[in-house]
């Protein structure tokens, strides 16, 4: 790995030490705002990372910013980094200047759709989306719909919008927004806007997945090294051993799909890859999280040990922006239609 | 903690552009009758198609010039490998010498070994077995009973090897003996030999598989004499050459391409408006094969490098060998067939014949449990 990199996963890990101890975990989870651990990463330009320099981003590579984002997801932190990343880069694809603080998008619900329409002085907005990240804590987030026939991004602020705030399985803030007329501040065409949305966050929960089953088998291999049953470490019993070693199949199986996927979506989400990342990171995080808190025994199972903050939003991520049956479907459809024959070629880009 | 790492790799151009040249010449063999395309790609022996890969230049091909190799990268080998795989062509009787015995003759060989060996493997006339495996010895390797003695210009190798895959249409096996007794460290004494089976003093017997097919062999020697210079490496180096040799075993394009028939025409047979569970189950296995190329080719990149991807390897294995043996079982259940023997080229055919072979993929190349227990290893848990 280049120093830069290491440079960039140490920025993360500095910034995640200083400011996000246990207590604060607990009151995001109470739904309170972590103001400071949001501070510290905008303080760094992790929020604008995923932008081309000229729309305001911090220069780095996309790749080093859904590495970033990675690193996030396996320290669980508490934010909405991946969708203020993602709303971002449908505003900076529409040509739209991106604003500061925390965003998100919707609709993300994938049977969700809002409709945009113009007044004699105004262009609003009227639907409800269901489940938007962090939508109650956002004071703007990203919209993207169809005006005259067009695809739009637009961006439009959440205030008296917030019909309902749920949690998903990580205490992380799910809000239904309803959008009655409310007005866009700032809204551009921007062709295909929902499935790049889809897209995009189909690939950053990838990343956030690949991520945080790094972590649950970190957290698997120490406990099996320290945890002495029978006289002995339990990762000397050859049945931990091959519960782990496929644990790691799964691990590399995730990171491998999900990184191919943002080697293809540097410009703009690539469909293909995506479907592929999804579908087997969705899939590597049921049968690893499973693994984990098997091998961890009751110590897992309690609030106490961290492999919750992982596990939770690894049940979660995988049926957000898409579960495995959905991106699975498109991508069994579009080789179906294809036919056999197309499908080497597919794979092997040529 | 052991890090494994699937880092990117970029196909060059070079690559890429060979892809083409293999697949026009695969669509050629199949248009004019020389092959069809093949479930058991890698273990259809088919002497006439590997000298015509030969003469394409398509095996041997990262080895030096001078021993009738193509001096072409790990990468550019990867692809025509898959696309052979991919293409169902008979690589079979080239296949083991091309992927790991060359390699390894190339590296620890000796010169008369290099030269009057490798040239006839690139070429495509030269066929070679894997002579591990014992009655009594399979996973655990280090228990072989073959057993070399030193005689005068050669060693004296007696012993039996099972299992030798295609032994009885083969020239050469590289055969794992006990050249000294077993101490602490029972990886020591250990020898490698290269074995020519046309020499009186081997015999040969065949081992039907499960389904009545002849590919197994026991292979017996008695006081066989092998010369000095058909010795690989050093005597006693013979772990360490085993294990280097399994790095290029087990993480290619075979370890999850052996039923890629099978769902190409599972494909096929669903048609082009599949219903949601027949979508689901294609789009969940394509997006598996997709992320296996992806973690073969990085291996394919580290090998090219110089490095030992042992636990990288044998997560490949253990990974796609589990994916290949899914992919009938989901497909009999979803296109309703009656596996049969016997149909010709029917799917029910190639359903059955991929059942019956599925318990191979587990199996051959290392067990499920040997990687498992070696991809622990390498995360620090043994």
């Known amino acids: 790995m280049s120093e830069n990199r290491n440079d960039l996963l140490n920025t993360v890990d500095r910034i995640i030490d200083e400011h996000c101890a246990r207590p604060l975990r607990e009151s995001a989870e109470a739904g309170e705002w972590p103001a400071g651990l949001w501070r510290a990463l905008e303080a760094v330009g992790l929020d604008r990372a995923a932008l081309p320099e000229e729309a305001g981003g911090s220069g780095l590579a996309f790749e080093d910013a859904m590495l970033a984002l990675r690193r996030s997801a396996y320290h669980a932190t508490p934010v909405p980094l991946a969708e203020t990343m993602l709303a971002g880069s449908l505003l900076a694809a529409a040509g739209l200047a991106v604003p500061q603080g925390a965003l998100s998008v919707a609709p993300v619900n994938t049977s969700d759709r809002l409709e945009f329409v113009h007044g004699s002085t105004r262009t609003s907005v009227v639907g409800v989306a269901h489940r938007v990240p962090w939508g109650n804590l956002c004071a703007q987030v990203v919209v993207v719909g169809e005006l005259d026939g067009k695809d739009i991004v637009g961006m439009v602020s959440t205030s008296g919008s917030v019909r309902g705030v749920e949690q998903n399985l990580a205490g992380e803030p799910r809000a239904l927004l309803g959008f009655d007329h409310a007005q866009l501040t700032t809204f551009a065409a921007l062709p295909g806007g929902l499935a790049r949305l889809q897209a995009g966050g189909a690939l950053c929960r990838s990343v956030q997945m690949a991520g945080a089953l790094e972590r649950a088998l970190e957290y698997s291999l120490l406990y099996a090294n320290e945890r002495v049953q029978f006289g002995r470490p339990i990762a000397k019993f050859q049945a931990i051993q091959h519960m782990l070693a496929q644990l790691a199949g799964q691990v590399a199986a995730a990171s491998a799909a999900a990184d191919a996927a943002v080697e293809a979506s540097a410009l703009a989400p690539d469909e293909f890859a995506v479907a592929v990342a999804k579908s087997r990171a969705g899939e590597a995080a049921g049968k690893g999280a499973e693994i984990a808190h098997q091998v961890h025994g009751a110590m897992g199972y309690t609030r106490e040990h961290n492999l919750h903050y992982v596990t939770r939003r690894l049940w979660s991520w995988r049926d957000e922006f898409g579960n495995e049956p959905h991106w699975q479907r498109r991508l069994g459809r579009l080789v179906a239609a294809h036919g056999a024959d197309a499908l080497w070629p597919m794979l092997s880009g040529l | 903690m052991h890090e494994f790492r699937f880092d990117p790799v970029a196909m060059p151009a070079a690559a890429e552009a060979l892809r083409s040249e ?23 022996f088919d002497p006439d198609f590997s000298r015509k890969c030969g003469e394409q230049g398509y095996i041997g091909m990262r080895w030096p010039k001078q021993y009738g190799g193509h001096e072409r990268s790990a990468l ?29 003759i190339l590296r620890y060989g000796s010169e008369r070994a290099r030269s009057t060996i490798l040239p006839r493997i690139a070429a495509g006339v030269c066929y070679f077995s894997i002579g591990m495996s014992e009655p009594d010895s399979g996973s655990d390797l280090a228990a072989v009973r073959t057993r070399a003695s030193k005689t005068e210009g050669g060693w004296k190798i007696s012993g039996t090897k099972v299992w030798t895959s295609g032994a009885h249409m083969t020239n050469y096996l590289i055969a794992l003996a006990r050249t000294a007794p077993k101490e602490d460290d029972r990886h020591a004494g250990l020898t490698q030999f290269i074995v020519d089976l046309s020499h009186p003093g081997v015999s040969v017997r065949p081992i039907y598989n499960l389904y009545g097919g002849h590919d197994f062999n026991e292979v017996v020697f008695d006081e066989f004499f092998v010369a000095d210079d058909m010795v690989m490496g050093e005597p006693g180096m013979g772990w360490t050459l085993v294990t280097s040799e399994l790095a290029f075993e087990r993480s290619g394009p075979d370890r999850f391409l052996s039923t890629y028939q099978l769902l190409l025409e599972s494909i096929r047979a669903i048609g082009t408006d599949p219903d949601a569970r027949s979508a689901n189950e294609i789009g969940r296995f394509v997006a598996h094969l997709a992320t296996l190329r992806r973690m073969s080719i990085s291996v394919a990149g580290m090998l090219e490098r110089g490095e030992q991807p042992t636990v990288e390897a044998a997560l490949v294995k253990d990974v796609g060998t589990a994916f290949e043996r899914e992919i009938p079982e989901t497909f009999r259940q979803l296109i309703p067939t009656e596996p049969s023997l016997g149909a010709g080229t029917s799917y029910a055919e190639l359903l059955g014949m991929s059942i019956l072979r599925a318990p191979g993929f587990t199996i051959r190349g290392g067990t499920r449990e040997i990687l498992r227990g070696m991809i622990a290893r390498g995360l620090g848990l043994r």
């Open chain 2, 22 to 44: 293999v697949r026009a010449f695969i669509a050629g063999e199949v248009a004019r009758g020389a092959f069809t395309p093949s479930r058991n790609s890698w273990s259809s």
């Open chain 2, 76 to 104: 550019e080998r990867y692809v025509v490998t898959e696309e052979m795989l991919a293409g169902g062509a008979p690589v079979g009787a080239h296949w083991i010498a091309d992927r790991q015995s060359g390699q390894q």
